[in-house]
């Protein structure tokens, strides 16, 4: 460490090492990405039932299941409740996309600095390689025939 001039003490000596950090960073960046699609999804969920009950009697009953409860309340009471949880979640979905957008800049400077690149799937380089190969050779093998 004393050999590297201005080096972060955090920095990774081996390239085992930076691996294990680059893996914990996208691990994170999924976690991201699956949590906004779940609440997204709650979030048009809400849609469905303000769509629902927006047209009809607010004094009429309704039931709410409030933490594993089913409650009974009316329109009136409950809608109110769900569009402020529908307001409440856009906000965070809202924050985790910019904490997405970070995650993401971040993972990129990291690349950057550690020279990472994603290794193909054998699928696409074998592709490749066949393309290259292809139009190196310059010439058209046709498949193999069973028939003689």
Known sequence: MAGKAGGDLKEPMNEQA?????????????????????????????????????????????????????VERTIKEVLPAVQRNKEGLEEVISRLNEALEKKKKEIADFEAKYKIRIRKSDGEVKDENEKKEGSAQGVLVGPASTNE
């Open 18 to 70: 930076v691996a294990n950090i680059y893996g914990a960073m996208r691990a994170e960046l999924n976690q991201i990405y699956s949590k906004i699609t779940e609440l997204e999804m709650e979030v048009s969920e809400h849609s469905l039932v303000i769509g629902a009950i927006q047209p009809l009697d607010p004094s009429r009953r309704c039931y709410r299941m409030i933490g594993g409860v089913l």
